[in-house]
Antibody, heavy 118, light 110 residues
Framework: QVQLQESGPGLVRPSETLSLTCTVSGGSISTYYWTWIRQPPGKGLEWIGYIYYSGRTNYNASLRSRVTMSLDASRNQFSLKLSSVTAADTAVYYC????????????WGQGALVTVSS | QSVLTQPPSASGAPGQRVAISCSGSNSNIGSNPVSWYRQLPGTAPTLLINSNDQRPSGVPDRFSGSKSGTSASLAISGLQSEDEADYYCASWDDGLNGWLFGGGTKLTVL
């Protein structure tokens, strides 16, 4: 069974860039859609974007100017960069797998809390 | 404000049946499958229902999903205390070209 694990700094200063990596184990990253979703404290889920194994990306329009996703098949990892962060970007960030494309998310990481603060 | 609308809360006594609604539009639920996720306190969401009404392996048949037009519903029968969680619906939106989540429903087992 595939497992996902987020990693990265838990504290980022305002105006800097948030960087997270998701490591996929128990399966190959070389298929499927790989997604980032976030959840501000006490709030609901927000889709950030996905990267297809081919490298094609699609980002939430509200975040598009600040988001970059990449994929490293040799390491079975994919990554998220969110630039110019503010306190509003404080959230638990989840990576997830969409096995069929635009259908559902069948595997999720445990989540990584990222706090934006000086 | 979520474009997929869920009631913020729902409740039921142990053993009872509860239904949670998810209302959308033609560009999301009306055109694409709905999935449901359960989020226990302090944990990541897990897939409960995919493709409107399909239960992944390991999900009890107490959980069922349905879709009609631009609305979907998650039903939980035989409520148990461990069902206390937040429940989210999700669907792709063709107009936004992105995923939408409902605002979430907090289920309380009385």
């Amino acid at each position: 069974q595939v497992q996902l694990q987020e990693s990265g700094p838990g504290l980022v200063r305002p105006s800097e860039t948030l960087s997270l990596t998701c490591t996929v184990s128990g399966g190959s990253i070389s298929t499927y859609y790989w997604t980032w979703i976030r959840q501000p404290p006490g709030k609901g889920l927000e889709w950030i974007g996905y990267i297809y194994y081919s490298g094609r990306t699609n980002y939430n329009a509200s975040l598009r100017s600040r988001v970059t996703m990449s994929l490293d098949a040799s390491r079975n990892q994919f990554s998220l960069k969110l630039s110019s962060v503010t306190a509003a970007d404080t959230a638990v960030y989840y990576c997830a797998r969409d096995p069929l494309g635009l259908q559902y998310f069948d595997s999720w990481g445990q989540g990584a809390l990222v706090t934006v603060s000086s | 404000q979520s474009v997929l609308t869920q009631p913020p809360s729902a409740s039921g006594a142990p053993g009872q049946r509860v239904a949670i609604s998810c209302s959308g539009s033609n560009s999301n639920i009306g055109s694409n499958p709905v999935s449901w996720y359960r989020q226990l306190p302090g944990t990541a969401p897990t897939l409960l229902i995919n493709s409107n009404d399909q239960r992944p392996s390991g999900v009890p048949d107490r959980f069922s999903g349905s879709k009609s037009g631009t609305s979907a519903s998650l039903a939980i029968s035989g409520l148990q205390s461990e069902d206390e969680a937040d429940y989210y619906c999700a669907s792709w939106d063709d107009g936004l070209n992105g995923w939408l989540f409902g605002g979430g429903t907090k289920l309380t087992v009385l």
